[in-house]
């Protein structure tokens, strides 16, 4: 290993070491019983200039600024556990959630209060696409359940005791087919994923009750919340839920099936919370249990990393190909060809990736049933595609042109001159710059997420969408991102210095 690889793990392990201390402060805090404490806001006049939160996707900005005088600033969030996190360690002041996340959270956490005031009521609905002729379907059979036996569903998924949360076998016959539905997988209690990787929650099971009644299967795709919607209207899925609360503004665009009496509340920090702390090693082993062990969440990490190899390896291997077809159709130098190759580099350029990845899931293969996962492949094939051109075409313009004309004197065609003596030596200038890029596209990938793959750094956000706490999850995915980058640069710096070799090594017919 070389003295410069040295110093780079080295001093990857002291940041490790000096962020150790910092996370463990904040995962450490053990989960009590229910609580009634006090919010650190007694009013809505003392938010004023406060920052408040929500999820990304939900668009209540009027609505807490007609409550709340002088909003300081609006942040959102892809996901719950970011979002609680920044309310600990006081990044924001509040955060607004609807009422069934906010009774479970300060039923398990001491350390948070709901603000005492609710901003609006409405009703919590599973959407359908508009027009949808299943709509009124499953709002009859939803009407036809027991009020008693959903009253005690809430109760139990709301609650503290997590040895009840268990959903029913889809054990009736499913004579009327199968219906896809896309959910939020880290909204716990009304949907979330199950110690067992299964989807679980009181949105899960309210909507396996109705199944039952219209004798359906139900196939659960578990995403961000922001993409369940739009996933629906794409049409992949049937129906979509994810405690998702109704409003005037999402029935322009979608149908309901409203099931249950829903709140638009605020989260705020407890005052004197009285938690108690573990000490510093159990509080590592607490929150290593918890992240890897149990419920066997190891293996979530383990199918995002396979994700994840197989999304980087395969992307930046047709990307490269992509990448040296554009330049020898570029070399022929047509007018047609050149402009085409022109707009698809500036679109890719100009175009967020995440931008890009959304477009082709949700747009241009929104009727089909193709994988995310290929779908993240093409994608991210385009986008690299679109560097690799870039770099290997300047490579090649900065070779001099009397190698060209030389090669033609000796008898070789211009074909032949490009392959043998041109791209070589343009080689030498490409490569290193292209090892970069392709390390770059590992890290890239880690947000595939947001097309519904759950890659490496999705797998961490499930996991501390159960359990809270930041510091495993994330330093686990900091180190295998770190030694997958590491590896890789070793790879092809092994590929560079056998290339370096045979350029060396290179004779051209007729010269001595």
């Not at 313009?397 to 000796?410: F, I, P, S, T, W």
């Not at 994330?474 to 350029?503: N, P, S």
């Amino acid at each position: 290993m070389s003295k410069k690889n040295i110093l780079g793990l080295k001093g990857f392990l002291i940041a490790l070491v000096l962020l150790v201390p910092l996370m463990i402060g904040v995962s450490c805090g053990i989960v009590l019983a229910a609580s009634d404490s006090e919010p650190e806001f007694d009013d809505f006049s003392e938010l004023s200039g406060k920052k408040i939160a929500m999820l990304t996707g939900a668009p209540f900005e009027e609505l807490i600024s007609s409550k709340v005088p002088n909003v300081g600033e609006f942040q959102y969030f892809a996901n719950m556990p970011d979002m609680e996190l920044a309310l600990k360690s006081k990044k924001i002041d509040a955060y607004l959630i609807n009422n069934a996340i906010a009774e479970l959270k300060t039923n398990v956490d001491e350390e948070l209060a709901i603000f005492k005031e609710p901003l609006a009521d409405s009703e919590f609905g599973f959407a359908f696409k508009k027009g949808s002729k299943e709509r009124d379907k499953w709002q009859e059979a939803y009407d036809n359940l027991d009020e008693d036996l959903i009253d005690e569903l809430w109760d139990k998924w709301t609650g503290s005791d997590y040895s009840a949360k268990t959903i029913p076998e889809q054990d009736w016959p499913g004579k009327n087919g199968t219906v896809k539905v896309a959910t939020c997988d880290t909204l716990e209690p009304m949907c979330y994923l199950g110690d067992d990787g299964q989807l679980v929650g009181f949105d899960i099971e309210v909507m396996l009750l109705i199944a039952k009644e219209l004798d359906v299967h139900v196939e659960f795709i578990g995403m961000e919340f922001a993409a369940i919607m739009p996933y629906v209207q794409s049409g992949k899925a049937d129906a979509a839920c994810g405690s998702i609360i109704v409003t005037d503004e999402r029935k322009e665009s979608m149908d309901f099936v409203n099931y249950h009496y829903a709140a638009f509340v605020l989260v705020v920090r407890a005052l004197n919370s009285g938690s108690e702390k573990l000490s510093f090693w159990d509080g590592i082993k607490s929150s290593f249990n918890k992240t890897f062990i149990r419920g066997k969440r190891y293996k979530l990490i383990l199918g995002g990393l396979g994700r994840t190899l197989i999304i980087a390896v395969m992307s930046g291997a047709l990307g490269t190909l992509l990448g040296f077809l554009l330049v020898f159709a570029r070399r022929r130098n047509n007018r047609v060809v050149n402009r085409l190759i022109a707009i698809y580099k500036g679109l890719i350029t100009g175009v967020p990736v995440v931008v890009i990845l959304m477009l082709l899931y949700y747009v241009l293969f929104g009727k089909t049933d193709i994988s995310a996962v290929i779908v993240a492949i093409i994608g991210f094939t385009i986008i690299f595609g679109s560097r690799a051109f870039g770099l290997i075409w300047n490579a090649v313009e900065n070779v001099d042109k009397g190698q060209r004309e030389a090669a033609l004197a000796l008898g070789y065609s211009e074909s032949k001159a490009f392959r043998r003596v041109v791209l070589p030596q343009a080689r030498g200038i490409y490569f290193p710059v292209l090892k970069t890029q392709l390390v770059m596209l590992l890290k890239e990938t880690s947000i595939a997420g947001f097309i519904t793959v759950v890659d490496l750094t999705r797998a961490g956000d499930l996991i501390r969408s159960r359990t809270m706490e930041a510091f495993f999850p994330l330093i686990a995915i900091a180190i295998i991102y770190f030694l997958l980058t590491f590896i890789l640069a070793k790879i092809l710096g092994l590929v560079d210095k056998r290339f370096v070799k045979k350029r060396k090594n290179v004779r051209i017919k007729g010269v001595d």
